[in-house]
C-alpha cells in the first residue's frame, strides 16, 4: 500500500470526502493518517465538523480499533516562510517580506513554486521519522486540485525546470518528484457515473500516465441503489398497462375502470420506470467505459440521509470492506 495517496477528480465528485474517508479507512488497528489540504477550501473543516484548520497538524478524529487522522491545511505563504528559513535561515527578514507582500507576491508569479511548497510539505511528511526512526505517519492523504490540474500540480520538476536550474528550489523539486514518481505514491481518481466525469476521469489517466506517474484506483461515488436489474426492467416493458393498473386494483388502490385511482397511477409509474431506465442503462454504459481503463474500481454509496460525520464513517467502513485499506 502506497503512502501517499493523493486523490483528484472533477468538480462536484466529492473528492474532498472521498480523501477524508479515505484517510478514516488506513487509519485502523492503531495506524495514524495526515489529511493534507491544499486548496485552501477548508473543506475537511467543515467534513469533521471542527474549526478551520490552522498551518500545522492536529488530531481530528479517532478512526475504528484506536487509529488516529491528523489533518493539515497548507498555506503556501507560510510554506515558502518555512522554505526561506529551512535554506536560507532568514527567519525575521522572511516575516518582513511577507508584510511587504513579497510572499503572495511570488507564489502568484511563479506557481510552479507554488506547487513545489504545496506538494513539498506533503511529501515531508511522508518521509519523516521520529526518534526511534520509526515514520511519524503511516499513510499521508492529499486532498489534490481537480483532475485537470492534477498531472500538473504533480508534476513540479517540469514546472520549475525553467525557474530554477540549480540551487535549494531546484533540489526540492528534484527530491519531491523521487517521492511522487515512486511506489510510495498512488493517484486515485474519484468520478460519478456520469459521461463528462467519466470522460475527464479516462483523460486525467491519459495525462498521469504520460507524465508517469503513478495511477491509482479508481473510486466511484454516490453510486445510487439497484432498484431493478435488467430482467426486471425487460419484465415492465412487456407488462401490458392494463395489467399494471389491475395490480394496482388488486393492491386496493382503487378499481381498474377508467378514471380510477389505479388508472391515473399507471402513466406516473410507468415513466419513473422509463426515467430509470434509462439511467440505468447510462449507468452500465459508464461503469463499462471505467473497466476498460484497467484500474481497480471501487464504488461508494449514496448516502439517504446526506453526508454528515456519521456518514464519512459509514464511507470509510465501506472502503474498508472493499480492501482499499
Known sequence: MSRLQVVSGKGGTGKTTVSAALALALATEGKRTLLVEVEGRQGIAQLFETEVLPYEERKIAVAPGGGEVYALAIDPE????????????????????KKLGAIDFATTVAPGLRDVLLTGKACEAVRRKDRSGRFVYDYVVMDAP???????????????????????????????????????????????????????????????????????????????????????????HAVPRTAVAKSLSGAGLGGARRGGLAERLVDPLLRQADEYAERFALEREQRGVLTELGLPLRELPLLAEGMDLAGLYELASELRQQGIS
Open 78 to 97: 507560510l510554506a515558502l516562510l518555512d522554505y526561506l528559513q529551512m535554506f536560507y535561515k532568514m527567519g525575521g527578514a522572511g516575516r518582513a517580506l
Open 146 to 236: 481537480p483532475t485537470g490540474r492534477v498531472t500538473r500540480f504533480l508534476n513540479v520538476n517540469d514546472e520549475v525546470a525553467g525557474l530554477a536550474r540549480i540551487g535549494p528550489i531546484h533540489n526540492q523539486a528534484q527530491a519531491v518528484m523521487r517521492v511522487l514518481k515512486s511506489r510510495e505514491t498512488a493517484v486515485h481518481l474519484v468520478t460519478l457515473l456520469e459521461e463528462m466525469p467519466v470522460q475527464e476521469t479516462a483523460d486525467g489517466i491519459t495525462e498521469l500516465r504520460a507524465a508517469k506517474l503513478p495511477v491509482g484506483r479508481i473510486i466511484v461515488n454516490m453510486v445510487r441503489p439497484t432498484i431493478l436489474d435488467q430482467a426486471d426492467l425487460d419484465l415492465a
